[in-house]
């Protein structure tokens, strides 16, 4: 798809999950998160990628046949303007921040969007997260102060359900 100083992006394949999968763990690291915060597994990510129903979707970096970045990212619905494509995350190997693979991971994505009808592309960033923040704003995106981000975890969702992973 794209090539940059040698860095190709094309569309993630399922051979590419262990690699994907071990990028989200150095994030996860990076974030300072405990390894024991990842719930999700390769099978999963798998499963959720190629299986039956197809929860998510993924470019990749690659350099000499090997991985040094992942987009991963899915489509959702607004009622007021129709299809938008979410970037959960974005993830490039620490060695090769900072060489404009973010920008083509987001040419990507705004190509990806644009080429399936998507009236919006939107993501979250972490307040604290500085780098990416300057990044996001170099490519001109829009910071929208008036929404709050709400999110129920599992045992919130269970509690809420009246059903427990088990019983579901």
Same mark, same amino acid.
């Given at each position: 798809?794209?090539?940059?100083?040698?860095?190709?992006?094309?569309?993630?394949?399922?051979?590419?999950?262990?690699?994907?999968?071990?990028?989200?763990?150095? =994030?996860?690291?990076?974030?300072?998160?405990?390894?024991?915060?990842?719930?999700?597994?390769?099978?999963?990510?798998?499963?959720?990628?190629?299986?039956?129903?197809?929860?998510?979707?993924?470019?990749?970096?690659?350099?000499?046949?090997?991985?040094?970045?992942?987009?991963?990212?899915?489509?959702?619905?607004?009622?007021?303007?129709?299809?938008?494509?979410?970037l959960?995350?974005?993830?490039?190997?620490?060695?090769?921040?900072?060489?404009g693979?973010?920008?083509?991971?987001?040419?990507?994505?705004a190509?990806?969007?644009?080429?399936?009808?998507?009236?919006k592309?939107?993501?979250?960033v972490?307040?604290?997260?500085?780098?990416?923040i300057?990044?996001?704003?170099?490519?001109?995106?829009?910071?929208?102060?008036?929404?709050?981000?709400?999110? =129920?975890n599992?045992?919130? @969702?269970?509690?809420?359900?009246? @059903?427990?992973?088990?019983?579901?």
């Amino acid at each position: 798809m794209n090539h940059s100083n040698g860095i190709l992006i094309r569309q993630g394949e399922e051979k590419d999950i262990d690699a994907v999968y071990q990028l989200v763990e150095e =994030l996860a690291i990076y974030h300072k998160h405990d390894p024991n915060y990842i719930i999700n597994s390769p099978e999963q990510m798998r499963e959720d990628a190629f299986g039956e129903n197809r929860y998510f979707r993924f470019f990749v970096a690659e350099e000499n046949g090997h991985i040094v970045g992942a987009t991963i990212y899915y489509y959702i619905y607004s009622t007021w303007k129709g299809k938008s494509l979410y970037l959960e995350d974005l993830i490039i190997t620490e060695s090769h921040r900072g060489r404009g693979i973010g920008k083509l991971f987001m040419q990507a994505l705004a190509h990806q969007a644009v080429k399936n009808g998507a009236s919006k592309m939107k993501w979250q960033v972490a307040e604290d997260n500085a780098s990416a923040i300057r990044f996001y704003e170099r490519v001109a995106a829009d910071f929208d102060p008036e929404w709050i981000n709400c999110e =129920l975890n599992r045992e919130q @969702l269970e509690s809420l359900s009246g @059903l427990s992973i088990l019983s579901a």
